[in-house]
T-cell receptor, first 113, second 110 residues
């Protein structure tokens, strides 16, 4: 069966510090991968998605970036965090032939202080 | 107008009751619809897809009203474990962009 791992679960970082969140998927090949952010009282916002190694699409302008160095690894990064980057970050995967059904990692609660 | 709107609640419902809530969407060309369930500080999990003909899964029934542009979720014989936030999701085109509602919080009380 497929599993998705995301870490860390919680993170407190000072403004201006770098960020690296990692997500890996097991039990499937060539998944679509996604990074979402969920702010309090708002719907999930798609930040990045990837259909293959090295292929990253960004949905919103921001100071975050994403990379997919391996088929089942997806990394969210920032060189300098802003206060507004605080939120609940979720990694997800879907099958390439069914990109409407998402399976999420357990999320990272990021607090930028 | 938001693309996908939900009543944030909370809906406080006694155990065993039936509860229903709606989700409206703005784009009449929307193609696919889903309900996800999210427990506090956890990841969303797919609850059910919403088909044009309606969809029933045990105590849960989802329906689509294209004319009025909303989907609904009905929960019968509610359990304490049904307490969660229910997220409405709409696919407005086929290009990976799912639009998420902010969720309706449901609290089932003993």
């Amino acid at each position: 069966s497929q599993t998705i791992h995301q870490w860390p679960a919680t993170l407190v970082q000072p403004v201006g510090s770098p960020l690296s969140l990692e997500c890996t998927v097991e039990g499937t090949s060539n998944p679509n991968l996604y990074w979402y952010r969920q702010a309090a009282g708002r719907g999930l916002q798609l930040l990045f998605y990837s259909v293959g190694i090295g292929q990253i699409s960004s949905e919103v302008p921001q100071n975050l970036s994403a990379s997919r160095p391996q088929d089942r690894q997806f990394i969210l990064s920032s060189k300098k965090l802003l206060l507004s980057d605080s939120g609940f970050y979720l990694c997800a995967w879907s099958r390439t032939d069914d990109n409407e059904k998402l399976f999420f990692g357990s999320g990272t609660q990021l607090s930028v202080l | 107008r938001k693309e996908v709107e939900q009543d944030p609640g909370p809906f406080n419902v006694p155990e065993g009751a039936t509860v229903a809530f709606n989700c409206t969407y703005s784009n009449s060309a929307s193609q696919s619809f889903f309900w996800y369930r999210q427990d506090c500080r956890k990841e969303p999990k797919l609850l059910m897809s919403v088909y044009s003909s309606g969809n029933e899964d045990g105590r849960f029934t989802a329906q689509l009203n294209r004319a009025s542009q909303y989907i609904s979720l009905l929960i019968r014989d509610s359990k304490l474990s049904d307490s969660a936030t229910y997220l409405c999701v709409v696919n407005m085109d086929s290009n990976y962009q799912l639009i998420w509602g902010a969720g309706t919080k449901l609290i089932i009380k003993p």
